[in-house]
């Protein structure tokens, strides 16, 4: 899928340890198998390159991670629950 480089024995290559919640993982375990990636790593090589190369969608990647943490500390809400607090509907 992306033209991600791999290691093959080159010294420049380094591993990194990222710590990220289980719920996430899962969710990132199924996006890279359903955009047609071929492992884990490739697809975080390839949304670091992308966050890298295109900075305005850096704000992105800290929604995200603050939507994440919000979620973990069961800070998210329902879109039922917030159509019920404000008296929306949708029609």
């Known amino acids: 899928m992306s033209e991600a480089e791999t290691n093959n024995g ?4 380094e591993r990194i340890n990222l710590r990220i919640s289980q ?3 899962e969710v990132v375990d199924e996006t890279w198998r359903e955009r047609g990636f071929n492992s884990r790593s490739e697809f ?5 390159r992308e966050s890298v190369n295109h900075p305005e969608g ?3 990647w800290k929604d995200l ?3 994440e943490a ?8 329902s879109s039922e ?3 019920a607090a404000y008296g929306t509907d949708d029609e």
Not at 70 to 77: A, I, M, W
């Open 65 to 67: 991670a603050i939507s």
């Open 44 to 48: 975080i090589r390839y949304a670091l």
């Open 58 to 60: 850096a704000g992105f």
């Open 23 to 25: 719920s996430f993982r």
């Open 70 to 77: 919000q979620f973990d500390d069961g800070e998210s809400r």
């Open 81 to 83: 629950e917030i159509k």
């Open 10 to 13: 080159d010294p420049e290559i």
